[in-house]
């Protein structure tokens, strides 16, 4: 969406830049990539704010993997980002074609289902072959039986709500 309001990206990336003076670890995340080239995009924009203001920050730059087709261009994406971030609500609704609040196909919203953790093991397979970090976020992560398989799949950090860390805490140590 953001390609598509550019003003709107460049204001948001330029106020990233000027927050850059005083919090020394920024990290742009760009949600709901579905191709290489809009990641090579946002960083064209990102350059161009950087040199417009004659800036010398240098931000981090991450995709999340939401969509079947970055989930099957991992590889090509880890090209041209630090660190990958698996958003498991939105890729469990498209890999199972179940939109969680619709009635109609809900019931085929399975986050543990079979084809949800291959796609996560081949995602975290992928960025482990480029030496790119994987982290994961939405309720699957805070699922403290899913912990294994996770790990198994190389994400190398889980995002969880805050109430939920002590359990997720002693799943990781249990599964290590």
């Known amino acids: 969406m953001l390609l598509g309001c550019p003003e709107l990206l460049r204001s948001q990336l330029r106020a990233i830049i000027r927050l850059s003076h005083s919090f020394s670890d920024l990290r742009v995340l760009i949600p709901m990539v579905t191709d290489v080239d809009e990641i090579r995009q946002v960083k064209m924009i990102y350059e161009d704010c950087r040199k417009t203001h004659n800036e010398?920050?240098?931000?981090?730059?991450?995709?999340?993997?939401?969509?079947?087709?970055?989930?099957?261009?991992?590889?090509?994406?880890c090209d041209e980002v630090d660190y990958v971030s698996i958003g498991t609500n939105d890729l469990t609704q498209y890999v199972m074609a179940a939109a969680r609040g619709n009635p109609l196909v809900s019931r085929y919203y399975e986050?543990?289902?079979?084809?949800?953790?291959?796609?996560?093991?081949?995602?975290?397979?992928?960025?482990?072959?480029?030496?790119?970090?994987?982290?994961?976020?939405?309720?699957?992560?805070?699922?403290?039986?899913?912990?294994q398989a996770l790990l198994d799949s190389h994400v190398d950090s889980l995002s969880v709500a805050s109430r939920l860390i002590p359990t997720i805490k002693r799943a990781v140590r249990r599964a290590l």
């Open 56 to 77: 010398d920050a240098r931000l981090s730059f991450a995709a999340m993997i939401e969509t079947p087709a970055a989930a099957l261009f991992t590889e090509e994406i």
């Open 111 to 147: 986050e543990r289902h079979p084809a949800v953790m291959r796609t996560v093991r081949l995602i975290g397979e992928q960025a482990q072959s480029k030496g790119i970090p994987v982290s994961i976020c939405g309720t699957l992560a805070g699922w403290d039986g899913s912990v």
